[in-house]
């Protein structure tokens, strides 16, 4: 007997769920689908890229207006240099981690800048909306 036999053998064994389990089972899931929290609220509507590939400011990401009165801003932080260098600590099991803060770290700052400038064009050209 091999050992893929054997693993057969012991999976046959362990006990199935019933339907009545495996429907429980489901709706588990369902709710813990419904009650995980919702997305962060954001004024920042969804990009345009108005620059094709090839083009020196391609990746520009272009933010409308939400009230559709022409103005929009530009970003292109991947053009910019990065405002600090990546820090990479010595113990390579903290690199993922400490990468992983640092992209963290610069999405929250790109959501809150965009958002900024939304929010300033909103005083300027729409108070109180
Ligand atoms: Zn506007």
């Not at 995980?36 to 920042?44: R, Y």
């Not at 890229?49 to 400011?57: D, F, I, K, R, V």
């Not at 801003?73 to 099991?93: C, T, Y």
């Amino acid at each position: 007997m091999d050992d893929a036999s054997d693993l057969d053998e012991w999976l046959a064994r362990l006990p199935k769920p019933s339907p009545r389990e495996a429907l429980a089972e489901l709706l588990a899931a369902r709710e813990a689908a419904a009650s995980a929290p919702p997305p962060e609220p954001t004024t920042i509507p969804a990009p345009d890229y108005p620059y094709p590939l090839g083009h020196p400011l391609a990746g520009t990401l272009r933010f409308w207006c939400p009230l559709g009165c022409g103005w929009y801003h530009d970003e292109r932080s991947h053009l910019d240099a990065p405002a600090q260098p990546l820090a990479v600590p010595v113990d390579p099991a903290r690199i993922s981690q400490a990468l992983t803060e640092q992209a963290n770290a610069r999405a929250a700052a790109f959501r809150a800048r965009v958002e900024q400038m939304i929010a300033s064009h909103f005083e300027q050209a729409h108070p109180g909306r």
